[in-house]
């Protein structure tokens, strides 16, 4: 099992940039691949990047390809999400997940998921 925190969110003016973090507790968490959702108000919780265990995959949704990157750091239990060119568009609370297997770009093969935070994007 493993627990997640993000931290990270906050307010922005468009066209600026934030990163944010999630740490994992727990001894195996080079055994999880990764990924970042969110979600705005009224909206589905949606994919926004995805890392396999070892680093070397990741994929993104196309709404942010380009904008942001994700990776991670085994040796500190950290997955990142670097978030440039923000847009408005972009404003939601961002969650970091954990599954087994290979990266997905589907919520629903993640078994583990963080609290969120809100990343607010100003026009």
């Known amino acids: 099992q493993v627990q997640l925190v993000e931290s990270g969110g906050g307010l922005v003016q468009a066209g600026g940039s934030l990163r944010l973090s999630c740490a994992a507790s727990?001894?195996?968490?080079?055994?999880?691949?990764m990924g970042w959702f969110r979600q705005a108000p009224g909206k589905e919780r949606e994919f926004v990047a995805g890392?396999?265990?070892?680093?070397?995959?990741?994929n993104y949704a196309e709404s942010v390809k380009g904008r942001f990157t994700i990776s991670r750091d085994n040796a500190k239990n950290t997955v990142y999400l670097q978030m440039n060119s923000l847009k408005p568009e972009d404003t939601a609370v961002y969650y970091c997940?954990?599954?087994?297997?290979?990266?997905?770009?589907?919520?629903?093969?993640?078994?583990?998921w963080g609290q969120g935070t809100q990343v607010t994007v100003s026009s």
């Open positions: 997940a954990a599954k087994y297997g290979s990266d997905s770009s589907l919520y629903a093969t993640y078994a583990y």
């Open positions: 890392i396999s265990w070892s680093g070397g995959h990741t």
């Open positions: 727990g001894r195996t968490f080079s055994s999880y691949a």
